[in-house]
């Protein structure tokens, strides 16, 4: 595993500070890199082209950036060797109340560990055939409305085209729209306490590089409820 105590003691102080602010009733906004910050954060509705629930075991890559929802629901065993036991177990979510939403570069060891835990997955194709706004009905009744909603945003979700400045662009992906439609409609529930947004690199592309910033600025002005 890459980077591992670098990510250990980086995700400790986010998730430290984001703690104290949600503590101090403060709607938190945070902006990271690669998504392995979400380590710390712990959304439970999770918008990315990628599952990011692989482990160890099956990691390719050995890549923590494909491991976050693994690490704060407690599938991936470092705890016990005195890594990221600062993510406690009450506080890891119950897979069963978490929602992923856009993904469509999903591996096998992934959708296994979707299917087996009873992850609510919407991927690409289902928001195609049903549109977003369904997709958004059937996500919000599944978290239900007694839940305060953290929402972990990828900027990869969406279309290459609104989204190129990414360092692992999927296409088909959602539109610009459809995204701001998904941040707007956990605004409205009135139980949204915090937001990420990760994956924007605008040392990828050229010319096109504010269009992924503001994509990424749609969506976050939606959250805040900013029409």
């Known amino acids: 595993m890459k980077k591992l ?13 984001v703690y104290n602010q949600e503590q101090e009733g403060k709607f938190v ?3 990271g890199g690669d998504h392995s910050f979400g380590i710390s954060t712990i959304g439970e509705v999770w918008i990315d082209a990628h599952a990011d629930i692989d482990i160890l075991e099956t ?8 491991m976050p929802v693994a690490f704060f629901c407690g599938l991936v065993g470092l705890r016990e060797k005195g890594m990221f036991d600062w993510i406690k177990e009450r506080n890891f979510i119950n897979l ?4 992923c939403i856009g993904l469509r570069d999903v591996g096998d ?19 195609r055939e049903h ?3 369904k997709v958004m009905d059937s996500a919000l009744e599944y978290v239900g409305d007694e839940t305060s909603l953290h929402v972990s945003f990828d900027i990869d979700s969406l279309n290459p085209e609104w989204a190129p400045s990414t360092v692992f662009p999927v296409a088909p992906g959602l539109t610009r729209d459809e ?15 915090a937001m990420d947004l990760a994956e924007i690199n605008i040392q990828i592309g050229s010319s096109k590089e ?14 805040l409820g900013l029409r």
């Open 5 to 17: 105590h670098t990510v250990n003691k980086a995700t400790k102080q986010i998730y430290e500070l």
């Open 29 to 31: 906004l945070t902006l």
């Open 59 to 66: 990691s390719s890559s050995g890549r923590i950036r494909g």
């Open 96 to 99: 069963h109340k978490f929602v």
């Open 109 to 127: 060891p992934e959708k296994d560990i979707i299917a087996r835990h009873g992850v609510k997955a919407f991927y690409t194709d289902d928001v």
């Open 131 to 133: 549109g977003i706004q």
């Open 179 to 193: 995204g701001v439609y998904i941040a707007q409609r956990l605004s409205d529930t009135g139980s949204l306490v």
């Open 210 to 223: 504010d269009v992924t910033v503001e994509s990424g600025s749609s969506v976050i002005k939606s959250a």
